[in-house]
């Protein structure tokens, strides 16, 4: 069995438009990685990170909290020290804690010869994610775990559901360089939602699923609509109906916040469309004084794994 390991823990988009806290798909072109070695002494140690400023006390990182969840439950003859080489900023909306939280648990399982199933390891995720945001949601530990788009059925027991990825999809992406939290981004939410908007967001996750079964990108376009969230978060997100706006006019099937932002997602059928749409959220963006990064990627089918 192996002593050392490296990861590859990947960016996720959460919510998916209509789908707060139950949708979740997985990125290829970004993600976090990991180094984890097995050693004699007991405990987790977190010995290295690059790439942003973090706690290194396991019991203050993403990280370190759901290692020691999986750890604790376990309580192996051996300890782990990891190194987290962070690609993916916090404070973006697209799943760092989440990326953070799950690279360990994988790693450490695979270390002590798989002990755990992906659920049970998801269990131990949403340890690391809870003290991020301060709320147990898995849409993007899961998909960052099964890879593709996953859908929360509970959380308690949990359960997730995996959907099928149609082929042709891509995911382009904008992170305007300024940081939202997710606690805050989810304490402006009302705590009441009106029936008539709840019946059209649920009629929307439930044929955005069908559609995704069925490879309907016409429907997918139809379905990618929130109408709970969006309204809310977007005014925490600089010129976002006018980058929702040029991606649409660029041919995206739909285009809303990457779970509580400030990225921007679109999803397009073929690469084609999504690097045009990719320019058009540039576009935008180029004539502002905020920094920004895009990316563009196939949805990845496959979530965490190992690189070495
Ligand atoms: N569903 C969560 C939210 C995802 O929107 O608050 C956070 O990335």
């Not at 530990?141 to 559901?161: E, H």
């Not at 967001?201 to 439930?206: P, R």
């Not at 997918?220 to 991606?247: A, G, M």
């Amino acid at each position: 069995m192996k002593n050392s390991i490296k990861i590859f823990s990947p960016a996720t988009v959460a919510n998916v438009a209509c789908g707060y806290d139950v949708l979740g798909f997985c990125i290829d072109s970004i993600g976090d990685e990991m180094c984890v070695f097995k050693t004699e002494e007991k405990g987790i140690r977190i010995t290295k990170i690059e790439g942003c400023e973090l706690p290194y006390s396991a019991e203050e990182n993403v990280t370190g909290v759901s290692a020691l969840a999986m750890y604790n439950a376990l309580n192996p003859d051996c300890g782990f020290n990891i190194e987290i080489y962070k690609k993916i900023k916090p404070g973006s909306g697209i799943g760092s804690s989440a990326a953070s939280a799950v690279g360990s648990v994988f790693a450490m399982n695979e270390l002590l010869g798989q002990p755990y199933s992906k659920i049970d390891l998801l269990g131990f995720a949403l340890k690391g994610e809870a003290i991020a945001s301060k709320s147990e949601h898995a849409d993007n530990v899961a998909p960052a775990l099964f890879g593709g788009f996953t859908l929360v059925k509970s959380i308690s027991p949990l359960q997730i559901l995996e959907i099928p990825t149609p082929t042709d999809l891509y995911v382009t992406i904008i992170h305007p360089q300024i940081e939202i939290k997710t606690s805050e981004s989810r304490a402006i939410l009302p705590d009441n939602v009106p029936l008539e908007k709840a019946i059209q967001q649920w009629a929307n996750v439930g044929s955005l699923i069908h559609a995704l079964h069925t490879s309907d990108y016409d429907l997918i376009k139809e379905s990618l609509t929130d109408h709970i969230i969006e309204p809310y978060r977007s005014q925490l997100i600089p010129h976002f109906n006018e980058v929702k706006s040029e991606v649409l006019r660029s041919g995206a099937l739909g285009c809303s916040i990457s779970g509580s932002g400030p990225s921007i997602f679109a999803l397009s059928k073929g690469k084609e469309t999504a690097l045009m749409v990719e320019s058009a959220m540039r576009q935008v963006y180029i004539n502002t004084k905020i920094d920004f990064q895009t990316y563009v990627s196939k949805i990845n089918t496959e979530g965490v794994k190992i690189i070495k």
